[in-house]
């Protein structure tokens, strides 16, 4: 699964100036902190929503964190997980949920 933020959360943030990115190969557990995004606002922990293994990280971040901001969905992905279960997935939030969430 390709781990990022939302639009939300990017705007909410404010410009992303660095990315604390995780380790390649990292085993990580849902809802372990696996990296850092530092905004000229805050700093704010990056989640694993599933646990798993990192493997892949968006180095392009290094130079450039602002792709968080300039597009969330696409170049500002942060890392690569490979669940470690078929049914990881099944507790996450849809997009329409999500919606709901940020809405409400």
């Known amino acids: ?12 943030l404010g410009d992303i100036v660095f990315v604390q990115l995780p380790e390649h190969g990292a085993q990580v557990e849902a809802g372990q902190a696996i ?18 293994t990192v493997v892949e990280v968006n180095s392009d971040l290094t130079d450039a964190p602002q792709k968080v901001n300039e597009d969330p969905y696409g170049e500002g ?3 690569l997980i490979e ?22």
């Open 83 to 104: 669940p470690g279960s078929p049914d990881a997935l099944a507790g996450l939030l849809g997009p329409a949920e999500y919606r709901g969430l940020i809405e409400a």
């Open 35 to 52: 990296g850092e995004l530092e905004s000229t606002k805050s700093v704010s922990d990056v989640y694993a929503p599933v646990s798993g």
């Open 77 to 79: 992905w942060i890392c």
């Open 1 to 12: 699964m390709r781990l990022g933020i939302t639009d939300f959360a990017q705007d909410a």
